[in-house]
């Protein structure tokens, strides 16, 4: 790892692997519930699937390309791709330890137990025979199942299949089909239950139907580059070269094939040619792949093996206030989900909809729901009569489908949609309404730290601010007629914009504790954000520390910042809390020599973000919401139970201490849960 790791900089691809470890260690930790755990487990599934699917097909388009522009993307990208290799054959080996010495003995404690097809009782088999001849059978091409060693083989883009050897040159693939459920459960007449996945009812019959053959079946699985790999952005219409490039994802290139590490060598060497792989794209696993599935496990027993509930609680604006402008009027609202419900922000659009003095609403959107009460307000203020713009960022990867889906119904309606910037993402999560009050212009604006989707706001925890605030608003306005061709620049005082104003502003605020340090006063900076990457600004962090500022930081994801080095960054401690809510809010406060500026908003700190987004940060002005987020914070900074330190190895030891336990999302929970309705 000497190559890519050393004091100044942790590899960001390796500090993403760390934190899907820390997802593993979730689904170690038997302070959770047992079918929380297998949720976890599923998750560091899908993540590691995105990840090769994503990083490592961008790592190996960076080697096609000349020396020189290479050595400017990154160092060494083979180098690069072996040491990810290593690192995930790890996890994976973790992985299947966990599952196979802690999960499926734990579910043998709740009565449940998870068998392979060896371990079918007589009565099982007949089971396993009729569920294969009535549900399986016929969606299994057994005819053209068997190849030979000179045959091309293509498999589907993250879909499980098996695979069996017959001879030196003659093998078999069999798909596991997806449109059934992965798990089938056998029928008890007591409070004990068999499950199986259906891969082993399915090797069970083919070993049945195909008993002339000594065969024996391994997982495989192949994630395909997921990159829609548009030539030009900045001539034609983008949208519908996206919407022509979407398809490709399921037949682009391999840049992993999973497979059972039990495979004999000589078939692995058979199979890398028919799939057209090398060996830098096998990683070994266990018996099962696509362990996202467990999502969907099934629970037949009458237990409660869940966290408990922790239904949103509502806010105090919708007990007080019969209308949202009303409210807001009166003073800036601050929502904080999943903790609060994310119904205000539906009822405010809502509201705006069917409200004959509003006139404009202009929104940007990144990740759509499928289904949205938010959304089908937009399309009613549409159809309405109101003018309304949004602005729908469709290179949102993997949610594409459903930002075109949204952008056709809410023009149909009658809204002006523009989709995405050549060249840049707009990641903001802003929204902007006039009414017209007895001839004046009343302006609004949200500004969040989360994506407009109601399924999210559930899972994610985020931060989102409604104000009337004069200065405020006509600076989002500003950043939506950029949007539309209007402005070039939005010149703005209150908020930070990226890409013009965000970086310099936020190197002003880190160079202003500099200089309190350096004259002897408190100097300190709290920052939360999901990733620290960005280069220049992780080296101001470092000069900060040397010259005595005290940096806090919470990240929850990639951090490429290397902390406790001595006369570098010994100043600066750091911790990622991983529980049930996926943290997401960004958070900045600077000690400003005691009188603190805090920021909300949609920006990390990585190169993305601060210089090829449009991202949007707001100070938080209102007394009320500010100390609400600084008790927050001083929550998360606090949490024992669920916090991990990010040191320099990132090695993920929880935080330890002789204080109280706090778990700081329950804790949160609870903070909210006492506010006065």
Known sequence: MASLYNNKYYHRDLSWLRFNHRVLQEMADKRNPLYERIKFMAIFSSNLDEFFRVR??????????????????????NAVLKELKVQVDKLQEEFGDIFENQIIP??????????????????QKKVAEAHFEKALKHKIDLKNSYFTSKDAVFVENESSYITASISKTKFQVVQIPKDEPRFFVFPSDDNTYAITFID????????RIQSDLDLSYYAIKISRDAELYIEDEFSGNLMEKIKESLPKRETGQATRILIDKRMPQAFQNVLKKALDVSHADI?????????????????????DLYFEELPPLPHPVTSNYDSMFEAIDEKDQLMHFPYQSFDPVIKLMEEAADDPSVKVIKMTMYRLADESRLNSAIARAAKNGKKVVVFIEVKARFDEHNNLKWGEIFKENGAEVLYSYPGIKVHSKVFYIEREIEGNTKTYCYIG??????????????????????????EINKIFLVLEGIFIVPKAKKLLVSPFTMRYKFVSL?????????AGKEAYIIMKMNSLQDKNMIKLLYEASQKGVQIRLLVRGICSLVPGIKGQSENIYITSILDRFLEHGR????????????????????TRNLSHRIEVVTPILDPDHFKTIRDV???????????????????????????PEIRSQYATYDYFKNIKQ
């Open 633 to 659: 914070i001083d929550i998360q900074l606090k949490d024992n139970v669920k916090a991990r330190i990010i040191d320099a190895e990132q090695t993920n030891a929880y935080v330890k201490n002789d204080e």
């Open 510 to 518: 880190v160079e202003n504790e500099i200089l309190a340090a350096q």
């Open 283 to 303: 990683v070994l696993g266990g018996t099962y792949h696509n362990f996202r599935d467990f999502f969907k496990f099934p629970n037949p027993t009458k237990k």
């Open 200 to 207: 082993d009812i399915i090797k069970y019959n083919l070993y």
């Open 106 to 123: 734990d579910l043998k404690q709740e009565g449940i137990s998870l068998i392979k097809y060896k371990d079918f009782t007589k009565e």
């Open 587 to 606: 958070i900045y406060i600077f000690g400003n020599g005691g009188e603190e500026k805090m920021y909300i908003g949609s920006a990390d700190w990585m």
């Open 449 to 474: 730290t989360g994506n407009f989707n109601e399924k999210t706001a559930e899972l994610y925890t985020d931060f989102g601010l409604m104000t009337a605030h004069k200065k405020i608003t006509q």
């Open 56 to 77: 490592v097909s961008d790592i190996r388009q960076i080697k096609a390309l000349d020396k020189p522009l290479r050595k400017k993307l990154i160092t060494k990208p």
